[in-house]
């Protein structure tokens, strides 16, 4: 049973514990409550901090384990920026490499070019040599070897 008031009743007057604040100073004094109640207030006010406890432990857990998901999300993704950059340093290097080569070709293209360029000018000379010592018309050797009517005439043969 909770009591609300306590009351002092005389002929003349009365005394309220509520309305003098004295039901309130009881109240807050374990001095006149059984002890099975404060035990029991004991118990409740422990299960209330232990409740409380677990509830930020639980709190700390969660905030925990978010961090800890953050990071192997931020982690994960540097490792697969990371990859990137090295998939596409490796691809520019390949593609270097490729570049290089066919460069390489080109050059080689090149001075096959120029060689057999040089060797069929060379074949037109000592053909316009050969027509020239013969006798042969200017303009017939520069028709048959390709070659320019100055050239021609610079050319030094030694008659047969």
């Given at each position: 049973?909770?009591?609300?008031?306590?009351?002092?009743?005389?002929?003349?007057?009365?005394?309220?514990?509520?309305?003098?604040?004295?039901?309130?100073?009881?109240?807050?004094?374990?001095?006149?409550i059984p002890q099975f109640e404060l035990i029991e207030r004991i118990r409740e006010e422990e299960?209330?901090?232990?409740?409380?406890?677990?509830?930020?432990?639980?709190?700390?857990?969660?905030?925990?384990?978010?961090?800890?998901?953050?990071?192997?999300?931020?982690?994960?993704?540097?490792?697969?920026?990371?990859?990137?950059?090295?998939?596409?340093?490796k691809a520019l290097e390949k593609e270097k490499i490729l570049m290089e080569k066919e460069k390489?070709?080109?050059?080689?293209?090149?001075?096959?070019?120029?060689?057999?360029?040089?060797?069929?000018?060379?074949?037109?000379t000592e053909i316009a040599k050969a027509m020239k010592r013969a006798g042969e018309p200017i303009?017939?050797?520069?028709?048959?070897?390709?070659?320019?009517?100055?050239?021609?005439?610079?050319?030094?043969?030694?008659?047969?």
């Open positions: 049973i909770k009591v609300t008031d306590h009351l002092i009743i005389t002929t003349k007057t009365y005394m309220s514990f509520s309305d003098t604040g004295l039901m309130d100073k009881l109240r807050e004094s374990t001095k006149w299960k209330k901090i232990r409740d409380e406890a677990v509830a930020i432990e639980k709190e700390k857990a969660a905030q925990k384990i978010e961090s800890l998901k953050n990071k192997a999300a931020i982690d994960k993704e540097r490792a697969d920026r990371k990859l990137q950059v090295t998939l596409m340093e390489a070709v080109e050059l080689e293209r090149e001075k096959a070019k120029k060689a057999l360029i040089e060797k069929e000018k060379e074949k037109a303009e017939k050797i520069a028709s048959f070897t390709g070659l320019p009517l100055e050239e021609i005439k610079k050319l030094k043969v030694k008659k047969a």
